[in-house]
């Protein structure tokens, strides 16, 4: 059984487990004079047996699901014959690639030698055993779980403050996991991060201005040293995003002001619902737009006034991208505005002040650090699109400030490094957690430098 299909029977037989012991709980009531005379109501025995469960079987789910797919790799790769046992982790991951590829039917069986066919079987066959042995375990373990909850139960028994304990655990257990995953993918990037120095010179990657990561397979061939420089990376990604946010920012800040203090209800009903449609159109939508539309446009009025531009240029590319957040800033920025008291309106408009000057004196200075931090969302959401860049700007890693021209943005390198099959232990592999964690490193300090700014002016307003 599938692990999607395991889940939503767990969730089943957990609601079974509800019924029964809110059932059972009402069965011992009624003897004794109704259910008054329980510690706690029916409800919280009934969820006392859920939780009695679910909780250990989605336990023996998730860490069967976790660590499945390395133990039968480590199977499968050690049943291997001796000779083509991989040397290295990057040879791993491809012959482990080519052998998956075989089990799902991707490549025949007879493009490759006869023990990766073999070891393919292998493979199929551990997995089937795997989902068989799963689901017997997971069922087995849903069903004694909430059978022993269900037989514990008594009319002295306090469910109530068992099932928030459990719940309390339950809430601290999902904290932790957010904790733990954002400090898992901090360590994981910066590990390959640090073997991709042992490679490439840090100074190099830092400082250096040519970006050309297509290294050679042999010594002998031509390119066989790539250049691995950042800086025209981020200095496409910077002008990408400062042209997005001239264009976002201005008007979905002046948007957000006009429908909350100026526009009717009725002109605000149709306008807001519209406006809010552009954050659901897909991206490469966008991608599609400024390719074919918005990059020749440019093109075309360029070569009219005598400027040379590329068919592809960060102009276009940073234009659809700010069309495409003007719902973040504008929708953000209406909510903090409306968030302002009326009474500050109030007092305003009382002492004689005009509904601009209290716009300008009043409200916004009041609404400034929500609408700093609308506006430090919409910078993440700016540096972090990769399909209008490559539909609109390109590939080429261009060390430039115009913006006619060409240009490419860490996050596009990123997906063309880690996209088809290919050694891992590469330094053009690795140079893709090298620009994560460098992006990563800006958009900390990113939002280092506008918590400041949040918090001089919230200290001066609230």
């Not at 496409?236 to 946010?245: C, E, K, Q, R, V």
């Not at 007092?347 to 005009?354: C, F, R």
Request: with cysteine.
């Amino acid at each position: 059984m599938q692990p999607a299909n395991l889940l939503l029977l767990t969730l089943v037989l957990a609601i079974v487990a509800y019924w029964l012991g809110y059932a059972r709980s009402r069965s011992l009531a009624m003897p004794l004079g109704g259910i008054r005379h329980l510690k706690s109501l029916p409800f919280y025995y009934g969820a006392r047996a859920a939780l009695w469960s679910g909780i250990p079987a989605l336990i023996v789910l998730g860490l069967w699901a976790a660590f499945q797919g390395k133990v039968i790799q480590m199977i499968v790769i050690g049943g291997l014959p001796e000779g083509i046992i991989p040397a290295t982790d990057g040879e791993a991951s491809l012959l482990l690639s080519k052998i998956s590829n075989v089990a799902s039917g991707a490549l025949p069986p007879g493009f490759v030698e006869a023990p990766i066919a073999e070891a393919a079987e292998r493979l199929q066959a551990l997995r089937t055993q795997s989902r068989f042995l799963m689901s017997g375990l997971v069922i087995s373990v849903a069903v004694l779980a909430g059978f022993l909850g269900w037989l514990r139960i008594r009319p002295r028994l306090n469910a109530r403050s068992q099932v928030e304990s459990i719940l309390k655990w339950v809430f601290f257990a999902c904290a932790a996991l957010a904790i733990l995953t954002t400090v898992g993918i901090i360590f994981s990037v910066a590990f390959e991060t640090f073997r991709f120095f042992g490679k490439v010179p840090f100074t190099e990657f830092i400082f250096g201005s040519h970006w050309s990561p297509q290294t050679a397979l042999r010594a002998d061939q031509v390119a066989s040293q790539g250049a691995f420089g950042m800086i025209p990376l981020f200095t496409g990604t910077l002008l990408i995003s400062a042209i997005a946010m001239v264009v976002a920012v201005p008007v979905g800040l002046l948007s957000a002001i006009y429908l909350s203090e100026y526009a009717g209800r009725k002109v605000r009903g149709v306008v807001k619902p519209l406006l809010e449609m552009l954050a659901g159109i897909p991206t490469v939508v966008y991608g599609f737009f400024a390719a074919l539309t918005v990059a020749p446009f440019i093109s075309d009025l360029a070569a009219s006034m005598g400027i040379e531009a590329s068919s592809q240029s960060a102009l276009a590319a940073g234009a659809v991208m700010g069309i495409m957040i003007i719902p973040f800033v504008s929708s953000l920025s209406d909510d903090v505005i409306n968030a302002v008291p009326q009474a500050m309106r109030d007092g305003s408009l009382a002492l004689g002040a005009t509904q601009s000057e209290t716009m300008k004196k009043v409200i916004f200075p009041a609404a400034l650090p929500g609408i700093m931090g609308g506006i430090l969302l919409a910078v993440s959401r700016a540096i972090g699109e990769t399909m209008i860049v490559v539909m609109a700007a390109g590939l080429a890693a261009n060390l430039t400030a115009n913006p006619l021209e060409t240009v490419t943005t860490v996050t596009v390198q990123i997906v063309t490094l880690l996209t088809g099959d290919q050694e891992f232990d590469s330094a053009k592999t690795l140079a893709a957690f090298a620009l994560g964690a460098m992006l990563f490193l800006a958009t900390l300090l990113l939002n280092v430098i506008a918590l400041k700014i949040v918090r001089k002016y919230r200290e001066q307003y609230d």
